[in-house]
């Protein structure tokens, strides 16, 4: 093991003289791509010199594991890529809270993560002030990052501007994870309807799928999280538009079609039954799967892939638990549609209240170019071979210890950009676990049935001001009514409050950018 690991240590010293090496002129500096600062704020294309001492990096990222992690990968990604590495992990239940507290009071570090699409349109007015770097005439000038699909970078943009990098996401990975041995226990086949899925759910609850004679599981285990848990892909069963949809002629938001109230019915339904845990609308990502790892709950509804994970610690708990994925399930007019992103999950932005100037600009973007290739992206996803994966065939064969990922390689996968079909060289998983085989494929067969969101690259200058406000009135109210404190009546006072707050305006804005891109 020790000589596995001082190969894998050389090879990336190695890289890192390469690095610091090629083009290196007497004075010990560099040559790499350093475009100047245009009038408009912008760079250019000149090149630039980058010093060959460590470069200091602070960078905000999302954490999605309970603790931070050990500072294994952070130090080779150093020496790797000739940088001081500080990074600022924040809870992914309060990143958004704490990157707009941090950009309200000017202490963003060099490098902020934005957490998806969502994010990102809020953040449209603060690019349009020039509180962030342009950076799309740069890219051609970096070897790894002009390999970024630029149909993706487009739905970034704004005002047909880049100002961000991506992470790369397959268009929709969402459906169901569940207990097929409680299913089978219970002569239950993978649900194929609404009803289906209810009757499952409901026998999750009452019919003792664990056989321990204790009326102590529930159906569904969900999360604070409209988008990303269970209620946008029931609403994209149900027949909901992606954000927004037409109706009579024009665009209007999701929550004004009658999918949504039935999609707030049914979850209501589920709540008032006790077939999904009392407290969604407060619990964290964690705390969600950890009812499912624990045997509390039977199907949990989200990204499929999440299975490998979860099969990994729910057999630590329970060597006999088996889990399945399935994805198809139509609603009450029998059509099958799930929701898409626009091929990114996070993006990062470089505010130029940390990033001083242009050179300062190039040296970051710099890092991300080595963070794209083959062997830092290797790195910072799967970790160090001999440790944290094997190769076979090729293919990575990752290690069952979920404590030893989640605590050394996990939390960096989150600051990757690009992916698998941008980095030549990134390696691939063998899916070992039949329910993971099976999810890759079911995500290739989400393809065939997607429902884009029609606004992703159109504009609305109220919607980028109030946005972000109007959309908490409307998560308020929808979470009011699945828990049965407003009804029907209360949640269209809440679109009406939307609408006369500056939805209206919002939906002008909106239909005159769709006409005008026709």
């Given at each position: 093991?020790?000589?596995?690991?001082?190969?894998?240590?050389?090879?990336?010293?190695?890289?890192?003289?390469?690095?610091?090496?090629?083009?290196?002129?007497?004075?010990?500096?560099?040559?790499?791509?350093?475009?100047?600062?245009?009038?408009?704020?912008?760079?250019?294309?000149?090149?630039?010199?980058?010093?060959?001492?460590?470069?200091?990096?602070?960078?905000?990222?999302?954490?999605?594991?309970?603790?931070?992690?050990?500072?294994?990968?952070?130090?080779?990604?150093?020496?790797?890529?000739?940088?001081?590495?500080?990074?600022?992990?924040?809870?992914?239940?309060?990143?958004?809270?704490?990157?707009?507290?941090?950009?309200?009071?000017?202490?963003?570090?060099?490098?902020?993560?934005?957490?998806?699409?969502?994010?990102?349109?809020?953040?449209?007015?603060?690019?349009?002030?020039?509180?962030?770097?342009?950076?799309?005439?740069?890219?051609?000038?970096?070897?790894?990052?002009?390999?970024?699909?630029?149909?993706?970078?487009?739905?970034?943009?704004?005002?047909?501007?880049?100002?961000?990098?991506?992470?790369?996401?397959?268009?929709?990975?969402?459906?169901?994870?569940?207990?097929?041995?409680?299913?089978?226990?219970?002569?239950?086949?993978?649900?194929?309807?609404?009803?289906?899925?209810?009757?499952?759910?409901?026998?999750f609850t009452e019919k003792d799928p664990d056989g321990n004679g204790k009326n102590d599981t529930i159906g569904l285990t969900d999360r604070s999280?409209?988008?990303?848990?269970?209620?946008?892909?029931?609403?994209?069963?149900?027949?909901?538009?992606?954000?927004?949809?037409?109706?009579?002629?024009?665009?209007?938001?999701?929550?004004?079609?009658?999918?949504?109230?039935?999609?707030?019915?049914?979850?209501?339904?589920?709540?008032?039954?006790?077939?999904?845990?009392?407290?969604?609308?407060?619990?964290?990502?964690?705390?969600?799967?950890?009812?499912?790892?624990?045997?509390?709950?039977?199907?949990?509804?989200?990204?499929?892939?999440?299975?490998?994970?979860?099969?990994?610690?729910?057999?630590?708990?329970?060597?006999?638990?088996?889990?399945?994925?399935?994805?198809?399930?139509?609603?009450?007019?029998?059509?099958?549609?799930?929701?898409?992103?626009?091929?990114?999950?996070?993006?990062?932005?470089?505010?130029?209240?940390?990033?001083?100037?242009?050179?300062?600009?190039?040296?970051?973007?710099?890092?991300?170019?080595?963070?794209?290739?083959?062997?830092?992206?290797?790195?910072?996803?799967?970790?160090?071979?001999?440790?944290?994966?094997?190769?076979?065939?090729?293919?990575?064969?990752?290690?069952?210890?979920?404590?030893?990922?989640?605590?050394?390689?996990?939390?960096?996968?989150?600051?990757?950009?690009?992916?698998?079909?941008?980095?030549?060289?990134?390696?691939?998983?063998?899916?070992?676990?039949?329910?993971?085989?099976?999810?890759?494929?079911?995500?290739?067969?989400?393809?065939?049935?997607?429902?884009?969101?029609?606004?992703?690259?159109?504009?609305?200058?109220?919607?980028?001001?109030?946005?972000?406000?109007?959309?908490?009135?409307?998560?308020?109210?929808?979470?009011?009514?699945?828990?049965?404190?407003?009804?029907?009546?209360?949640?269209?006072?809440?679109?009406?409050?939307?609408?006369?707050?500056?939805?209206?305006?919002?939906?002008?804005?909106?239909?005159?950018?769709?006409?005008?891109?026709?």
């Open positions: 093991m020790a000589k596995k690991n001082a190969s894998t240590l050389l090879a990336i010293m190695t890289a890192v003289a390469v690095l610091t090496g090629c083009g290196s002129n007497e004075s010990g500096a560099t040559n790499s791509p350093s475009p100047t600062t245009t009038s408009s704020g912008a760079a250019s294309e000149t090149p630039a010199e980058v010093k060959a001492e460590p470069f200091k990096l602070t960078i905000m990222a999302n954490l999605h594991t309970p603790e931070v992690p050990s500072d294994k990968i952070e130090k080779l990604l150093e020496a790797a890529t000739n940088t001081e590495l500080e990074f600022q992990w924040v809870p992914d239940g309060t990143y958004d809270e704490k990157m707009n507290a941090s950009f309200a009071t000017g202490t963003l570090p060099q490098a902020v993560y934005i957490k998806n699409q969502t994010s990102l349109i809020m953040m449209r007015d603060a690019i349009r002030n020039e509180q962030f770097w342009e950076i799309g005439p740069l890219l051609d000038q970096y070897p790894n990052l002009k390999n970024l699909n630029p149909d993706v970078l487009k739905n970034t943009s704004v005002d047909g501007k880049i100002y961000s990098l991506y992470q790369e996401r397959p268009l929709s990975r969402q459906g169901i994870v569940y207990r097929k041995d409680w299913a089978e226990k219970l002569g239950l086949k993978e649900p194929t309807t609404v009803d289906e899925l209810y009757t499952m759910l409901k026998a999280d409209l988008v990303y848990g269970a209620f946008k892909t029931i609403s994209s069963w149900y027949g909901t538009p992606n954000g927004w949809g037409m109706q009579d002629g024009k665009l209007v938001p999701e929550f004004m079609f009658p999918a949504y109230i039935e999609t707030m019915k049914y979850v209501k339904k589920l709540h008032q039954e006790g077939l999904i845990n009392k407290d969604f609308p407060v619990t964290s990502k964690n705390d969600q799967q950890n009812l499912l790892i624990t045997g509390k709950a039977g199907a949990y509804i989200g990204s499929m892939p999440d299975v490998k994970s979860l099969d990994t610690k729910i057999t630590e708990v329970n060597p006999n638990a088996l889990l399945d994925v399935h994805n198809k399930i139509t609603g009450p007019d029998g059509n099958f549609g799930i929701w898409a992103i626009p091929g990114y999950g996070s993006v990062v932005l470089f505010p130029k209240s940390a990033v001083k100037s242009e050179e300062e600009l190039k040296n970051i973007l710099s890092f991300y170019d080595k963070l794209m290739s083959a062997e830092t992206a290797n790195l910072i996803y799967w970790g160090v071979e001999g440790e944290h994966y094997t190769m076979q065939d090729g293919k990575v064969l990752p290690t069952t210890d979920t404590k030893l990922t989640d605590r050394e390689t996990k939390p960096y996968q989150s600051i990757q950009i690009g992916g698998k079909s941008t980095i030549e060289g990134f390696y691939e998983a063998i899916d070992i676990l039949p329910a993971k085989a099976k999810a890759e494929e079911l995500i290739l067969q989400n393809n065939d049935f997607l429902i884009h969101d029609p606004s992703a690259p159109l504009d609305s200058a109220t919607y980028t001001q109030d946005g972000a406000r109007l959309q908490e009135m409307i998560k308020d109210a929808t979470y009011k009514f699945m828990l049965g404190n407003i009804d029907e009546a209360g949640f269209q006072a809440a679109v009406d409050a939307w609408l006369k707050q500056g939805g209206t305006k919002i939906i002008e804005e909106f239909n005159a950018s769709y006409t005008a891109a026709q």
